[in-house]
């Protein structure tokens, strides 16, 4: 999911294009670069960001976006921390920067650069609807979407309006196919193909390389579909399969436990999701007391994070993910917001701020944990939908001291 501001879509009408996709696919793996882009505006932006994830939950996802929270009303203008890659669409093609998100599953572009039709492309009469508020449309396209080197006909959405995005063109949904259900129109039980579907049958499966930032502007993540890269990890991919509990388990959801060092309890063995498109780790409320106890850290109203001092940071014991038969420890340095990008976030120079944050609910719902791309920063992770499972992986940069 992306939590991300506001976003409004003006319905259309479009022409459908039947049949399926060509795939013209040479070698597999393919992968593409990804770009880490930090633009956090001002105070608050984070804990809007978690806050709108509280509303979410009970809101069907649709194009990836999910509710701007209007409890706390999110300006049209917040941007947070993302990563993003882009994609070549139509003939002769168009580059689009989209958000890689694997917390949903409809890939769309038009919210800055406008879209085009070129004659590879073909319009459709379906519409996705963002079933938000009174709900907002995207329409279907049909057209050439180049990854790599390899070109497919996909179905992509294309929105009519948005505010909210900053030089963003919009979402490549990332997430199992069946997220979709529920979000097309005027069919409404159709499920509508990811490009992970499209592109590859035979495996369906998504790496992902991050790196820990604390620059504003980097490219330094990976994205190969079809399949790791073992350039990119250290030792073996361990698997966990997706989890039963709903409604995690129509995400890339999985069961975990969390304790700080080896054995203090933080999070119960729960379901929970896995989300380039959320920033941080966020945690059922009852757990994030538990870990806040643990380690002394207070709520710090300016950046709607939890704060250490720099004596309290360097006692700070490392997370750890139980996670199938794996353990993947999370340090300190993981859990800190990069230092040098304080001020960014209203911060003080001084002061530690934790990645660690509150999803709002206890645990028990079925969605008491969301692992957002900071600990992807930390760990190779490998999404396959064919095999319903979730990898992880070490990295050159698990134990890294950036932060
Ligand atoms: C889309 O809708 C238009 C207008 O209703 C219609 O003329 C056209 O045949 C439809 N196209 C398809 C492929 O259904
Ligand atoms: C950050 O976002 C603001 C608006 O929210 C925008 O004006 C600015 O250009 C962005 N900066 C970067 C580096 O993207
Ligand atoms: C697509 O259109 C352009 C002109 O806009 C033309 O030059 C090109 O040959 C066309 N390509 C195909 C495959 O029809
Ligand atoms: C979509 O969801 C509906 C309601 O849950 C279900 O009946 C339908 O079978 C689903 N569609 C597909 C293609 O799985
Ligand atoms: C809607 O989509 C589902 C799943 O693809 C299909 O089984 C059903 O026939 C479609 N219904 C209509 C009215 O086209
Ligand atoms: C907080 O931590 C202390 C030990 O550090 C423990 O005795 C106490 O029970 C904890 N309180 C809660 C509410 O977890």
Known sequence: MVLFGLFIFAPVVYVIAAGHPVIKIRDSPISLQIAARLNVTGAANLVQVTKALQSSKTVKVAAGIFASDRRIGVPAT????????????GSPSTSYTLIVDTGSSNTWIGASKQYTPTNSSKSTNETVAVSYGSGFFVSIIYDTVTLGRACIRQSIGVADFSIGFNGLDGILGLGPDDLTNGTLSPNNTKIIPTITDVCYIQSREVGISFEPTNSLSITN?????????????????????????????????????????????????????????????????????????????????????????????????SLFFHI?????????????????????????????????????????????????????????????????????????YTYAETN
């Open 78 to 89: 917040n941007a947070a921390v993302l990563y993003t890659a882009n994609v070549e669409v």
């Open 324 to 396: 199938g038969n794996a353990v993947f420890e999370f340090t300190a340095n993981a859990q800190a917001w990069p230092r040098s990008l304080n001020g960014m976030i209203n911060g003080s120079p001084d002061a530690v701020y934790l990645i660690i944050n509150d999803l709002g609910t206890e645990t028990g719902q079925g969605l008491d944990f969301v692992n957002g791309y900071v600990f992807l920063e930390r760990f190779y992770s490998v999404f396959d939908s064919r095999k319903q499972r979730v990898g992880f992986a070490t990295t050159p």
């Open 221 to 317: 993540g990976e994205m190969s579909f079809g399949g790791a890269d073992e350039r990119k990890y250290t030792g073996r991919i361990t698997y966990a399969p997706l989890t039963s509990t709903s409604p995690a388990n129509e995400y890339f959801g999985i069961d975990q436990r969390i304790t700080y060092g080896r054995s203090s309890l933080i999070l119960t063995h729960t379901a929970g999701i896995v989300d380039t498109g959320t920033t941080l780790v966020l945690l059922a409320s009852d757990a994030l007391k538990t870990y806040q106890n643990a380690t002394g850290a207070v709520f710090d109203d300016e950046t709607g994070l939890l704060r250490l001092t720099t004596e309290q940071f360097d006692n700070l014991k």
